[in-house]
Structures are given as structure tokens and as C-alpha cells.
């Protein structure tokens, strides 16, 4: 399944991926960074860079969910150094020749560590770093309108379960919107939210799952468990604004626009870089005030249970055969003041590093402070192909697709094809 961003990525770069590298790329003086971003957080990237000395000697090569072709690329059209969104790749790259180490002293300074300990986990291969983490991405959060949980008298969002959303949707489904926005059309959303129904089910299974890179079996009573709290939040027949075939049709920012523009559903799930959309969407409903916007973390799934908080992101790394001058590049964004345009004016970045210091919004500040309490990393971007595009998007969107709007009384047959699913995929690649 390939989103719109992709379509539209793929619409730019093909006619001029016949021209000569030079006027595709740059002059052979620039260093060419690949990134996956478009619209606003490609805008701020490229303030970020205009702050630092090298602001006119880099090309920025938006490359949309295909980031992972700049590994493949060759020439002078290849990036140097490459924004990758699935930092659990990293290792794999190594092994396969793709990267050069990076600066140990990135890593550390006369305070210690300047990153988590997590990210070391991930960006640390063979006693070297491959990477250094340039934007942190909270995947546990769920944004909602204030004023209209407060209009449906739905109570305290922040007190809920997953059957309390459940108990939220029957309420919904006498009124005209509905609990919940999905932007299906973009597969990462799907996988969000089964990684956190996954860790919230079992955080050991969710571990299991990560450490063997996919390669252990699917077929375990917490995946199981939580393709059942899917069916819960999926399968109602109330669930979605518009219904399935229009979450399915819908990305990202459209989901967004539904809670806080159009005022079709009360809320979303979504990471901190929903914020940049959440402003727009506010000013283009009439200026509506920031107070109408709250923001609780990802539901337990049930009584008692913990709630899950998963984290992603992007990381730096350097292709093996880069120009030398992409080790500064990589040393002037990773400076702890190298983000704050984006911080600061932009928002919907949260900064990974230690020592950096910056004035964040009123609704990223209690985000940003949580980030060192994190429980895992984004599942699926460690897990390879079967977490991907044609592997674990396309068995979600195919299992929303067949359980949605309450279309299957009897949910386990889907529960058994989506596993078996996952475990041929698998069983292919091996």
C-alpha cells in the first residue's frame, strides 16, 4: 500500500530522475540529506538547517515513505547522509554496508550521555555508533476536542479504558460525530495503534517480538489478545467518522482536520507531531483557542493494566560512501540548539537530546518532560519488511477492512487470518 504522500513524492522525482545528477541533486560542492518529510516539518527542517553554517552547501531530497531507496541509490545522486525514520533498521544497514560510524564524541560530553539510554540501545553496533537520534516522536498519545467530550458530557478522557472508548462510541452513535478519527490511508497509523494495544496487552510479548526482529512466532496468545482489543475499537459499528471506507481513504492530517476543523469525531490518536496540523486546523474552524485541545495518553486495555508509551523517531546516519564534510553536517544538527526553529516556531518536535533546552508549547511542554519515562521503541520500524508497507499496514488495513462497522459478529476467523498472515509473510523472508 503506497499513501498519498508517497504517490505524490513519486509523481516529482520520477521525470526528473532522468536529468543529470548535477541538476537533480546539486552542484558537487553540496552534501544531499534525504529526508521522509513533506508539507510543515519539511519547511522547518530547512530552517533548521538555514541556522547553521551550512545552510546553502546541503540539499534536502524529500523522499516520503521510499526513504529506504536512498540506501540502494548510487552515484552522485546518492543522499550522505539519510534522516531515517525506523531507527531499528540501523543494524541491519551496518551489517549490510550501508553506513559509516559517526563521531563517538556525539555521543557523550563532560555531563555523560547526551541521549537516553535507549537510543545507544538502537544506534550502537559492533562498539560503534551508526547514528545519532536528531527527532523524538511520542506514539502513546490521543488527542481530543475538549468541547465537544464537555457538549456529550463523555467525562474525563484522561480516566479512561479501552472499554471506557467502547462505552464512549454506544453514547456517540445517537449524535452527529463519533468517537474516533482514523487516518487509515496511512499505514504507520494502524501500526501505532496495534503496537499499543500489543505492549499495553503484554510488554514482554512486545519485547519477545522486537528482540528476534520478527523471526519468533506470530501465533501467541498476546497477539491474539490484542487483535481483539482491534476488534473492540474497530469493529463497532459506531466507531469511526465517516465509517471505515472513509478511514480508509483518509491520511494522516485528514484525521486531524476531523476533530479540531470539521468537528466530525472527538478525538484521534496521533503522535506529538499532530501539533503544527492541531494550530491549523484550529485557525482554519474560526480561531478556535488552544484550550479546546487535550491531549491523554494511549488508554490501558482494561482495568488495573498499565498504560503503554511507546517512542520513535528519526536518526541520523551516514551512507558508507558519503562526502567527508556529512560528519559536520551531522555535527551541527546534533548540537543541542539546532532544533529550536522548529521547536520553538513550528512545534511538534520533541528534541531527543540531553542538553538541549527550548521553550516548548503549552501543549508539547508535559510531552517533552515525559520523555525519559518511555516503556519501548516503535515496533514496527525494527521489525524489517514484515512491518512495512506490504507486511504488517497492509494485514491491518486488510483486518480494519473486513471487521469494520461491526461487519463480522464473529470476529476470531479474521483474528486467525491476520496471524497466519503475518506468519507467512514472515516464513517468506526467512
Not at 317 to 326: C, E, G, I, L, S
Request: with cysteine; hydrophobic share 45%.
Amino acid at each position: 500500500m503506497r499513501t498519498r504522500r508517497a504517490l505524490l513524492q513519486a509523481g516529482m522525482v520520477l521525470p526528473l530522475a532522468a536529468c543529470a545528477p548535477e541538476l537533480l541533486w546539486g552542484g558537487s560542492g553540496t552534501v544531499r540529506i534525504g529526508v521522509s518529510w513533506s508539507g510543515v516539518e519539511l519547511a522547518a527542517f530547512r530552517e533548521v538547517l538555514a541556522r547553521t553554517a551550512f545552510g546553502r552547501s546541503v540539499d534536502v531530497i524529500p523522499m516520503g515513505d521510499d526513504v529506504g531507496t536512498a540506501f540502494t541509490a548510487g552515484g552522485k545522486s546518492a543522499p550522505d547522509i539519510v534522516m531515517l525514520p525506523q531507527a531499528g533498521q540501523v543494524r541491519a544497514l551496518v551489517d549490510n554496508d550501508k553506513l559509516r560510524p559517526v563521531a563517538e564524541a556525539l555521543w557523550t560530553d563532560d555531563e555523560g550521555a547526551r541521549y537516553p539510554e535507549p537510543w545507544r540501545q538502537l544506534l550502537r553496533h559492533k562498539g560503534k555508533p551508526y547514528g545519532v537520534p536528531f527527532k523524538a516522536a511520542d506514539k502513546s498519545l490521543v488527542w481530543y476536542d475538549r468541547q465537544s467530550v464537555d457538549r456529550y458530557h463523555l467525562g474525563d478522557p484522561a480516566l479512561w479504558t479501552i472499554p471506557d472508548w467502547v462505552d464512549r462510541m454506544e453514547v456517540l452513535a445517537r449524535t452527529p460525530i463519533r468517537l474516533l478519527a482514523l487516518g487509515a490511508g496511512d499505514g504507520w497509523v494502524l501500526t501505532d495503534v496495534f503496537e499499543n494495544v500489543l505492549r499495553g496487552e503484554s510488554p514482554r510479548s512486545y519485547d519477545d517480538v522486537a528482540a528476534t526482529r520478527g523471526t519468533m512466532t506470530w501465533d501467541r496468545p498476546a497477539v491474539h489478545a490484542a487483535f481483539g482489543h482491534l476488534v473492540r475499537l474497530w469493529g463497532q459499528p459506531h466507531t469511526f467518522a465517516g465509517g471505515v471506507a472513509v478511514a480508509l481513504t483518509r491520511q494522516f492530517p485528514d484525521a486531524i482536520r476531523d476533530v479540531f476543523e470539521r468537528r466530525r469525531a472527538a478525538m484521534v490518536i496521533a503522535p506529538d507531531f499532530a501539533e503544527p496540523i492541531v494550530r491549523e486546523a484550529l485557525r482554519a474552524a474560526g480561531r478556535r483557542s488552544e484550550e479546546a485541545v487535550g491531549i491523554v495518553p494511549f488508554p490501558a486495555v482494561g482495568p488495573g493494566a498499565d498504560r503503554p508509551h511507546i517512542v520513535g523517531g528519526d536518526v541520523m546516519v551516514v551512507t558508507k560512501n558519503a562526502d567527508r564534510r556529512a560528519d559536520e553536517v551531522v555535527a551541527a544538527l546534533a548540537a543541542p540548539e539546532a532544533p529550536l526553529p522548529w521547536i520553538e516556531r513550528t512545534g511538534g518536535f520533541l528534541a531527543p537530546n540531553l542538553r538541549t533546552t527550548a521553550r516548548y508549547s503549552m501543549l508539547m511542554a508535559p510531552i517533552a518532560r515525559a520523555q525519559g519515562s518511555w516503556g519501548a521503541f516503535d515496533l514496527s520500524d525494527q521489525l524489517g519488511a514484515v512491518g512495512g508497507r506490504n507486511g504488517l499496514w497492509r494485514i491491518l488495513t486488510e483486518f480494519l477492512t473486513t471487521i469494520g462497522d461491526g461487519a463480522r459478529e464473529h470476529p476470531e476467523p479474521a483474528i486467525d487470518q491476520a496471524i497466519a498472515a503475518l506468519e507467512a509473510f514472515e516464513q517468506g523472508r526467512r
